[in-house]
Protein backbone atom coordinates (compact mmCIF):
# COMPACT_ATOMS: atom_id res chain seq x y z
CA UNK A 1 0.00 0.00 0.00
CA UNK A 2 1.85 2.80 -1.34
CA UNK A 3 1.28 6.76 -0.04
CA UNK A 4 -2.16 7.96 -1.52
CA UNK A 5 -1.47 11.67 -2.07
CA UNK A 6 -0.40 12.16 -5.91
CA UNK A 7 -2.95 9.70 -7.08
CA UNK A 8 -6.28 10.90 -4.80
CA UNK A 9 -5.47 14.28 -5.50
CA UNK A 10 -5.15 13.93 -8.80
CA UNK A 11 -8.29 12.10 -8.91
CA UNK A 12 -9.71 15.09 -6.96
CA UNK A 13 -9.00 17.38 -10.09
CA UNK A 14 -10.36 15.01 -12.52
CA UNK A 15 -13.71 15.60 -10.70
CA UNK A 16 -13.58 19.08 -11.85
CA UNK A 17 -13.18 20.58 -8.32
CA UNK A 18 -11.72 23.68 -8.52
CA UNK A 19 -10.02 25.77 -5.93
CA UNK A 20 -13.21 28.41 -4.96
CA UNK A 21 -15.17 25.38 -4.24
CA UNK A 22 -12.81 23.62 -1.93
CA UNK A 23 -14.89 25.36 1.20
CA UNK A 24 -14.15 22.74 4.11
CA UNK A 25 -11.37 21.14 5.60
CA UNK A 26 -11.20 18.07 7.08
CA UNK A 27 -8.63 15.30 9.48
CA UNK A 28 -10.10 11.67 8.70
CA UNK A 29 -8.01 9.55 11.22
CA UNK A 30 -8.37 5.49 11.14
CA UNK A 31 -6.99 2.24 12.15
CA UNK A 32 -7.89 -1.13 11.46
CA UNK A 33 -6.90 -4.72 11.07
CA UNK A 34 -3.91 -4.47 7.36
CA UNK A 35 -4.76 -5.51 4.70
CA UNK A 36 -4.42 -5.33 1.00
CA UNK A 37 -6.96 -2.40 -0.65
CA UNK A 38 -6.89 -0.10 2.57
CA UNK A 39 -6.02 3.11 1.12
CA UNK A 40 -7.62 2.47 -2.38
CA UNK A 41 -10.67 2.23 -1.42
CA UNK A 42 -10.34 5.41 1.34
CA UNK A 43 -9.43 7.53 -1.62
CA UNK A 44 -12.11 6.49 -3.37
CA UNK A 45 -14.43 7.28 -0.69
CA UNK A 46 -12.93 10.98 -0.64
CA UNK A 47 -13.16 10.99 -4.75
CA UNK A 48 -17.12 10.06 -4.20
CA UNK A 49 -17.22 13.29 -1.82
CA UNK A 50 -15.32 15.73 -3.91
CA UNK A 51 -12.30 15.78 -1.61
CA UNK A 52 -8.87 16.65 -2.40
CA UNK A 53 -6.52 15.44 -0.06
CA UNK A 54 -4.04 17.92 0.76
CA UNK A 55 -1.89 15.39 2.86
CA UNK A 56 -2.40 11.83 3.93
CA UNK A 57 0.29 9.35 5.80
CA UNK A 58 -0.10 6.11 7.31
CA UNK A 59 1.78 3.23 9.16
CA UNK A 60 1.36 -0.55 9.11
CA UNK A 61 2.27 -1.86 12.49
CA UNK A 62 3.81 -5.11 12.24
CA UNK A 63 3.81 -5.89 15.86
CA UNK A 64 -0.12 -5.66 16.06
CA UNK A 65 -0.94 -5.87 12.81
CA UNK A 66 -2.89 -2.62 12.63
CA UNK A 67 -3.05 -0.14 9.79
CA UNK A 68 -3.02 3.25 11.12
CA UNK A 69 -4.40 6.35 8.57
CA UNK A 70 -4.28 10.29 8.66
CA UNK A 71 -5.51 12.36 5.90
CA UNK A 72 -6.19 16.00 5.09
CA UNK A 73 -8.60 16.57 2.79
CA UNK A 74 -10.81 20.11 1.07
CA UNK A 75 -14.02 19.41 -0.18
CA UNK A 76 -17.73 21.43 -0.61
CA UNK A 77 -19.22 18.54 0.97
CA UNK A 78 -20.63 18.90 4.21
CA UNK A 79 -19.47 16.72 7.34
CA UNK A 80 -22.61 14.57 6.74
CA UNK A 81 -21.91 14.31 3.30
CA UNK A 82 -18.67 12.93 4.12
CA UNK A 83 -19.42 10.58 6.81
CA UNK A 84 -21.88 8.86 4.78
CA UNK A 85 -19.46 8.54 2.09
CA UNK A 86 -16.66 6.93 4.50
CA UNK A 87 -19.41 4.95 6.93
CA UNK A 88 -19.56 1.56 4.09
CA UNK A 89 -15.48 1.78 3.96
CA UNK A 90 -15.49 2.07 7.58
CA UNK A 91 -17.31 -0.72 7.75
CA UNK A 92 -16.33 -2.75 4.96
CA UNK A 93 -12.82 -3.02 6.79
CA UNK A 94 -13.61 -3.02 10.27
CA UNK A 95 -12.02 0.58 11.38
CA UNK A 96 -12.12 2.97 13.98
CA UNK A 97 -12.08 6.23 13.00
CA UNK A 98 -12.93 9.98 13.24
CA UNK A 99 -13.36 12.66 11.14
CA UNK A 100 -12.89 16.05 12.26
CA UNK A 101 -13.42 19.72 10.71
CA UNK A 102 -9.56 20.98 10.42
CA UNK A 103 -8.88 23.84 12.89
CA UNK A 104 -11.60 23.08 15.03
CA UNK A 105 -10.24 23.76 18.61
CA UNK A 106 -10.71 20.99 21.28
CA UNK A 107 -12.37 21.70 24.43
CA UNK A 108 -9.40 20.87 26.97
CA UNK A 109 -10.33 20.63 30.75
CA UNK A 110 -6.97 21.56 32.75
CA UNK A 111 -6.01 20.51 36.13
CA UNK A 112 -3.03 21.54 38.42
CA UNK A 113 -2.47 21.66 42.00
CA UNK A 114 0.46 24.11 42.82
CA UNK A 115 3.10 23.99 40.65
CA UNK A 116 2.58 26.92 37.65
CA UNK A 117 4.70 26.38 34.92
CA UNK A 118 3.11 23.93 32.76
CA UNK A 119 -0.43 25.62 33.54
CA UNK A 120 0.97 28.70 32.58
CA UNK A 121 2.62 27.48 29.68
CA UNK A 122 -0.41 25.98 27.83
CA UNK A 123 -2.48 28.97 29.51
CA UNK A 124 -0.38 31.61 27.05
CA UNK A 125 0.72 29.04 24.16
CA UNK A 126 -3.49 28.88 23.98
CA UNK A 127 -4.02 32.80 24.13
CA UNK A 128 -1.33 33.60 20.98
CA UNK A 129 -2.95 31.08 18.89
CA UNK A 130 -0.39 27.95 18.87
CA UNK A 131 -2.56 25.82 20.95
CA UNK A 132 -6.30 24.51 18.73
CA UNK A 133 -7.76 24.36 22.25
CA UNK A 134 -10.54 25.90 24.08
CA UNK A 135 -10.12 26.30 27.70
CA UNK A 136 -13.56 26.01 29.10
CA UNK A 137 -11.81 25.87 32.87
CA UNK A 138 -9.41 24.85 35.15
CA UNK A 139 -9.45 22.68 38.28
CA UNK A 140 -6.94 22.35 41.10
CA UNK A 141 -7.07 20.46 44.68
CA UNK A 142 -5.45 23.95 46.21
CA UNK A 143 -6.44 27.73 45.63
CA UNK A 144 -2.74 28.57 44.95
CA UNK A 145 -3.68 28.94 41.20
CA UNK A 146 -7.16 30.79 41.31
CA UNK A 147 -5.01 33.87 40.66
CA UNK A 148 -3.06 32.58 37.16
CA UNK A 149 -6.61 31.60 36.13
CA UNK A 150 -7.99 34.96 36.74
CA UNK A 151 -5.51 36.59 35.22
CA UNK A 152 -6.67 34.57 31.72
CA UNK A 153 -10.16 35.13 32.17
CA UNK A 154 -10.50 31.42 32.71
CA UNK A 155 -13.23 30.04 35.33
CA UNK A 156 -11.69 28.40 38.14
CA UNK A 157 -13.00 25.09 40.20
CA UNK A 158 -11.58 24.64 43.50
CA UNK A 159 -12.13 20.43 43.75
CA UNK A 160 -9.99 19.89 47.14
CA UNK A 161 -9.31 15.86 47.46
CA UNK A 162 -8.93 13.79 50.50
CA UNK A 163 -9.27 9.96 50.89
CA UNK A 164 -12.07 10.49 52.74
CA UNK A 165 -13.65 12.44 49.77
CA UNK A 166 -12.04 10.89 46.27
CA UNK A 167 -15.14 9.36 45.17
CA UNK A 168 -17.02 13.11 45.80
CA UNK A 169 -14.52 14.79 44.25
CA UNK A 170 -14.33 12.60 41.06
CA UNK A 171 -18.13 12.84 40.45
CA UNK A 172 -17.78 16.50 40.90
CA UNK A 173 -15.41 16.38 37.94
CA UNK A 174 -17.08 14.34 36.01
CA UNK A 175 -20.14 16.98 36.41
CA UNK A 176 -17.61 19.24 35.09
CA UNK A 177 -16.64 17.87 32.16
CA UNK A 178 -20.10 16.52 31.24
CA UNK A 179 -21.28 20.38 31.63
CA UNK A 180 -18.76 21.61 29.87
CA UNK A 181 -18.45 19.31 26.74
CA UNK A 182 -14.42 18.74 27.72
CA UNK A 183 -12.91 16.48 25.10
CA UNK A 184 -9.56 16.64 26.18
CA UNK A 185 -8.08 16.46 29.79
CA UNK A 186 -4.59 17.61 30.40
CA UNK A 187 -3.15 16.62 34.10
CA UNK A 188 -0.31 19.76 33.95
CA UNK A 189 1.29 18.50 36.73
CA UNK A 190 -2.08 17.47 38.79
CA UNK A 191 -0.50 15.91 42.01
CA UNK A 192 -3.47 13.36 42.63
CA UNK A 193 -3.63 9.64 41.88
CA UNK A 194 -6.93 9.17 39.41
CA UNK A 195 -9.37 6.11 40.29
CA UNK A 196 -8.81 3.17 37.98
CA UNK A 197 -12.44 4.04 36.76
CA UNK A 198 -11.92 7.36 36.06
CA UNK A 199 -9.03 6.30 34.05
CA UNK A 200 -10.98 4.19 31.77
CA UNK A 201 -13.06 6.52 31.18
CA UNK A 202 -10.35 8.86 30.13
CA UNK A 203 -8.78 6.00 27.63
CA UNK A 204 -7.19 8.37 24.86
CA UNK A 205 -8.63 11.48 26.54
CA UNK A 206 -6.38 12.41 29.36
CA UNK A 207 -2.42 13.70 29.14
CA UNK A 208 -0.37 13.59 32.28
CA UNK A 209 3.59 14.82 32.26
CA UNK A 210 6.03 13.82 34.78
CA UNK A 211 9.69 13.74 34.57
CA UNK A 212 11.71 11.27 32.72
CA UNK A 213 13.38 9.36 35.29
CA UNK A 214 10.62 6.54 35.89
CA UNK A 215 11.04 4.09 37.42
CA UNK A 216 14.19 5.78 39.48
CA UNK A 217 13.80 8.72 41.55
CA UNK A 218 10.58 8.28 42.67
CA UNK A 219 9.00 10.25 45.26
CA UNK A 220 9.76 13.77 46.68
CA UNK A 221 12.32 16.25 44.76
CA UNK A 222 13.40 13.73 42.01
CA UNK A 223 15.26 15.69 40.22
CA UNK A 224 17.53 16.45 43.46
CA UNK A 225 17.69 12.70 43.97
CA UNK A 226 19.25 12.66 40.06
CA UNK A 227 21.45 15.59 41.41
CA UNK A 228 22.78 13.14 44.32
CA UNK A 229 23.23 10.75 41.68
CA UNK A 230 24.91 12.76 38.90
CA UNK A 231 22.92 12.29 36.37
CA UNK A 232 23.66 13.37 32.82
CA UNK A 233 20.56 13.80 30.91
CA UNK A 234 17.36 15.04 32.53
CA UNK A 235 14.11 15.52 30.46
CA UNK A 236 10.10 14.63 30.53
CA UNK A 237 7.52 12.57 29.44
CA UNK A 238 3.78 13.30 28.30
CA UNK A 239 1.64 10.21 28.03
CA UNK A 240 -1.94 9.38 27.95
CA UNK A 241 -3.47 8.29 31.30
CA UNK A 242 -4.06 4.84 32.66
CA UNK A 243 -4.62 2.84 35.17
CA UNK A 244 -0.79 1.89 35.47
CA UNK A 245 0.27 4.76 37.27
CA UNK A 246 2.73 6.68 34.93
CA UNK A 247 3.16 3.80 32.54
CA UNK A 248 0.22 5.32 29.69
CA UNK A 249 1.28 5.46 26.44
CA UNK A 250 3.90 8.04 25.20
CA UNK A 251 3.13 10.75 23.06
CA UNK A 252 6.48 13.23 23.03
CA UNK A 253 9.83 12.87 25.33
CA UNK A 254 12.25 15.78 25.52
CA UNK A 255 16.11 15.22 27.17
CA UNK A 256 18.67 17.47 27.70
CA UNK A 257 22.19 17.19 28.91
CA UNK A 258 23.73 18.30 32.71
CA UNK A 259 26.84 17.96 33.91
CA UNK A 260 28.26 18.94 37.39
CA UNK A 261 28.25 22.32 37.46
CA UNK A 262 24.90 22.30 37.38
CA UNK A 263 23.30 23.11 41.30
CA UNK A 264 19.94 21.12 42.18
CA UNK A 265 17.88 24.03 42.07
CA UNK A 266 19.38 24.36 38.37
CA UNK A 267 18.09 21.00 37.39
CA UNK A 268 14.76 21.82 39.01
CA UNK A 269 14.10 24.86 36.41
CA UNK A 270 15.61 23.40 33.39
CA UNK A 271 13.23 20.21 34.50
CA UNK A 272 10.07 22.51 34.64
CA UNK A 273 11.30 23.88 31.32
CA UNK A 274 11.24 20.70 29.98
CA UNK A 275 8.09 19.53 30.92
CA UNK A 276 6.22 22.88 29.75
CA UNK A 277 7.42 21.91 25.95
CA UNK A 278 6.92 18.21 25.95
CA UNK A 279 3.39 18.80 27.45
CA UNK A 280 2.31 21.87 24.83
CA UNK A 281 4.35 19.74 21.94
CA UNK A 282 1.61 16.41 23.11
CA UNK A 283 -1.30 18.30 23.27
CA UNK A 284 -0.88 20.12 20.36
CA UNK A 285 -0.40 16.67 18.10
CA UNK A 286 -3.10 15.34 20.05
CA UNK A 287 -5.46 18.58 19.42
CA UNK A 288 -4.48 18.71 15.66
CA UNK A 289 -5.32 14.16 15.31
CA UNK A 290 -2.26 13.39 14.83
CA UNK A 291 -1.97 10.41 17.91
CA UNK A 292 -3.34 7.06 17.41
CA UNK A 293 -3.71 4.32 19.95
CA UNK A 294 -1.72 1.07 19.13
CA UNK A 295 -1.95 -0.96 22.50
CA UNK A 296 0.32 0.60 24.57
CA UNK A 297 2.30 2.52 22.12
CA UNK A 298 1.46 5.44 19.78
CA UNK A 299 1.37 6.14 16.31
CA UNK A 300 2.05 9.85 15.98
CA UNK A 301 1.88 11.34 12.52
CA UNK A 302 4.07 14.33 12.59
Not at 196 to 210: M, P, R, S, V
Not at 225 to 241: D, E, M, P
Request: hydrophobic share 40%; charged share 15%; net charge negative.
Amino acid sequence: MGPAHGSCAAAGRLSSVTDHQLTASYILTLSCPDRPGIVHAVAGALLVAGCNITDSQQYGSQSTGTFFMRVEATTPASQLELQAALEPVAQAFGMQWSLNPAGRKVRTLLMASTSAHCLNDLLFLQRSGTLPIEIPAIVSNHRGLAGLAEFYGIPFHHIPVTPETKVQAEDQLRALMAEHDVELTVLARYMQIISDELCQELTGKAINIHHSFLPSFKGAKPYHQAHARGVKLIGATAHYVTAALDEGPIIEQEVIRVDHRRTAEQFVQMGRDVEGRTLAQAVQWHAEHRVLLDGNRTVVFN
